[in-house]
């Protein structure tokens, strides 16, 4: 390679770069990449194409570093370069004239504020009220569900145990005597089931209290078979007292508080559909 540069007469400048890269073995992408210079640009320095070159020193550079990787003697490629370098391209490069003139100062009003509205600014503020409201509005209904209002707390219908014991002995009454009979009611049956079913009330210990915020749909019944809540429920409380198990029957969940003995059943558990059917016992 040494006595390819000292014979710098026989081999023009671009075929000096040429033949140094065939015998390092490397092709025009290995170059580029590891130069960072684009192909075109190797490519022309190698066919000594200078118009598709950039400026003359750039072009310059882009030799010297070529040179340097493929381990020739810069100088002696610098030299060659400028030999060959056109001269009609090299008075171009000092007749570059600059098209930035100045243009004075310019005079702002000072009438007018400065400052800018930043919309990044008013989209936080928007969200964050938004979430405040939210926040607020999670926090009332909590306390709505929970919270009993006084004025509320005089619509709580207590069901005695005697008006639960009524019912219930007229439901087993009715279907003792008809089973007797087939046709009317025995009143010697209907006094022994009334006798039974009192016994029976006198004994259950578990109270159901619910708690209604709008008129829903509710049954209930013992077990005994006694219907102890039916029907569309105004807004109100409503205790009641009766044999476990019972099978509780609502229609929207969300509107109904339940405690079993004061403590809350957690009715989103057996809810599907805002709906719920299910067994409950202490």
Known sequence: MSEALSNTDSRSFGATLKWAREQKNCTLDEAADHLHILKRHLEALEAEDFAVLPQMTFARGFAINYAK???????????????????????????????????GTLQRDSRRPSFRINPFLILFVIALIALAVFLLRTVNNARQETAVDPQDEIAINNISS??????????????????????????????????????????????????????????????????LLSGDQPRGGYKIKGQPPFQVQINNVKNVTLNLNQVKVPLADYAQNDQANFSLAP
């Open 162 to 227: 005697s008006e639960q014991a009524q019912g219930a002995a007229l439901t087993t009454a009715t279907d003792a005597a008809v089973t007797a009979t087939g046709s009317a009611l025995d009143i010697a049956n209907t006094g022994s089931a009334i006798a039974t079913t009192e016994t029976t009330v006198a004994q259950a210990d578990a109270n159901l209290d619910f708690w209604v915020r709008d008129n829903t749909d509710i049954t209930v019944t013992d077990a005994t078979g006694a219907v």
């Open 69 to 103: 990787y493929l381990g020739l003697d810069t100088n002696a490629i610098v030299k060659s370069f400028d030999a060959v370098y056109p001269e009609h391209l090299k008075s171009s490069v000092g007749n570059i004239k600059t098209p930035l003139k100045p243009l």
